[in-house]
């Protein structure tokens, strides 16, 4: 089993920069992909960024492209995501995940990931 822990979040205003943080523990993550989502009441869990293992690769949605960079140190097992130029649009429960399969892709469904964070609210006023 692998743990995720959460860390950051909070509210801010418009234009602001928030990081999250995401530390894992339990089995050793450094070869599989990982991923950051968010999702408000009502709506569907969405893909925000991913990154490959070795930080080869990354992938961003549309609406966060040049506002959030997303990043891993597996030396210490960690994923963060800094977001920047924040709008009251990015206000939502953010989650990280982990995907449990070996393969150099970034996968935007939820459904591709295996492990979950709890969530940390993020939220940002005009």
């Known amino acids: 089993q692998v743990q995720l822990v959460q860390s950051g979040g909070g509210l801010v205003q418009a234009g602001d920069s928030l990081t999250l943080s995401c530390a894992a523990s339990g089995r050793p993550v450094n070869t599989f992909t990982m991923g950051w989502f968010r999702q408000t009441r009502g709506k569907e869990r969405e893909f925000v960024a991913g990154i490959t293992w070795n930080s080869g690769q990354t992938n961003y949605a549309d609406a966060v492209k040049g506002r959030f960079t997303i990043s891993r140190d597996n030396a210490k097992s960690m994923v963060y995501l800094q977001m920047n130029s924040l709008e009251p649009g990015d206000t939502a429960v953010y989650y990280c995940?982990?995907?449990?399969?070996?393969?150099?892709?970034?996968?935007?469904?939820?459904?591709?990931?295996?492990?979950w964070g709890q969530g940390t609210q993020v939220t940002v006023s005009s």
């Open positions: 995940a982990l995907r449990w399969r070996l393969e150099v892709s970034i996968p935007s469904m939820p459904n591709e990931y295996t492990y």
